[in-house]
Each structure stands twice: as C-alpha cells, then as structure tokens.
C-alpha cells in the first residue's frame, strides 16, 4: 500500500471537505469518502472503488462549482493510480 499516495488523497479530501464554496452535500460526501478509505475490514482495492464511485455520485450534483468538480476528478485519479499501484 502507498502510504504517501494515500496521505495525499486524504489531504485533497480534507480540503475538499473544508471548503466552504462548494455545496454542504459535497463537502459531506468528500469525508464519507475519507472514512470508506479508513475502514480497516477491506482491502484496498475495494475501499478504493467503493470511495471512487461515492465521488462519482458527487459528480452529478448540478450545483458543484467547476473548481470542486476539478478536484473531484484530481482525487479520483489518484485513487485510481493507488489501486493500480
């Protein structure tokens, strides 16, 4: 397991999660995607899918600003490349 990779994914999540510019339900989504990564009854790969397809979910809200949405593609694809990895 990366252990950098993941701290990095987690700092995006928690900046996800602390910015005030995006929606409520956004930032609350961001930490649910922290947490599945935590579970430590999962491997990571099914940790990785199961929090990429909550950022997914994310993605579909209209009200999601572009910078949020970038971000939101930014962690995808580093949880990608952890799994990958």
Sequence with gaps: ??????????RMLDELA????VPRNIRRG????????MRKDETLDVKVASAISRLDELLNDPNIPTHGRTA???IMSAL?????G
């Design 1 to 10: 397991m990366d252990d950098k990779g993941l701290k990095n994914v987690f």
């Design 18 to 21: 602390n910015d005030i510019s």
């Design 30 to 37: 961001a930490k649910e995607a922290k947490e599945i990564l």
């Design 72 to 74: 939101i593609w930014n």
């Design 80 to 84: 990608e490349s952890l799994s990958a």
